[in-house]
């Protein structure tokens, strides 16, 4: 049973563009959710999505950020004109239900902004 | 709005030393869970507990959920260098909502 995938790993983009970053959870897992980790910080909570679904983006902000999770297809987070602000690791965890079970992280993508 | 807080930030002992992290929340949890980020990974799931007074071992770790439900400690006994990394709790307020990580205690083990 394959973990949960991310890609891409490493993400480099100049201010002003578009950043794309694919989640596909764990087989049998409906439930996504998307953290921002900045260096020696913690995990910030940024969109908890179900299929077709978001369930809660109290984390994510207004501006610039919009997460999906499509009935076909990895769940995306679409950051549009990347600041240096947003240069962090964006990790994508999966659950097979709510968020009383534990959740499974995939390996991350790092995202530069230039 | 709630959170999560963590002590210490960040933890140096020696190989052979004990070790132990606290969770403290401003609400009452249903729920609290802690995970393990080794340097330049993810996290990754080592338990979740759920009832008053709760304590749970796995080899060298003991795990404790305070009898209010607002608290919460990691404890690892005579730690390896195989323990490196930063330890989160995570807690979660009733049965909707998304888990509130701490920003987690880093542990280094000296040889």
């Known amino acids: 049973n394959a973990g949960v995938m991310q890609n891409p790993r490493h993400l480099v983009r100049r201010r002003g563009q578009e950043a794309r970053l694919r989640c596909s959870p764990m087989k049998g897992h409906s439930h996504v959710y998307w953290y921002r980790q900045l260096p020696e910080e913690g995990l910030k909570f940024m969109v908890y999505?179900?299929?077709?679904?978001?369930?809660?983006e109290s984390g994510m902000p207004k501006e610039r950020f919009s997460a999906e999770f499509p009935k076909e297809g990895p769940s995306i987070l679409r950051i549009q004109q990347v600041v240096r602000g947003d240069s962090a690791a964006y990790f994508c965890a999966s659950s097979p239900g709510t968020s009383n079970y534990e959740q499974y992280f995939g390996p991350g993508t790092r995202l530069t902004v230039t | 709005g709630q959170q999560v807080m963590q002590i210490p930030q960040y933890q140096h002992v020696q190989e052979g030393e004990d070790f132990t992290t606290y969770c403290n929340s401003s609400?009452?949890?249903?729920?609290i869970q802690w995970y393990k980020q080794r340097p330049g990974g993810h996290p990754v799931f080592l338990i979740q507990?759920?009832?008053?007074?709760e304590v749970k071992k796995q080899k060298r770790l003991t795990f404790q959920f305070g009898e209010a439900k607002k608290n919460s400690s990691l404890h690892i006994t005579a730690t390896q260098t195989t323990d490196v990394g930063t330890y989160f709790c995570a807690g979660k307020r009733g049965s909707q909502g998304n888990l509130i990580f701490g920003k987690g205690t880093k542990l280094s083990v000296k040889p």
């Open positions: 507990l759920v009832k008053s007074g």
């Open positions: 609400t009452t949890l249903s729920n």
């Open positions: 999505l179900q299929k077709e679904n978001i369930i809660d």
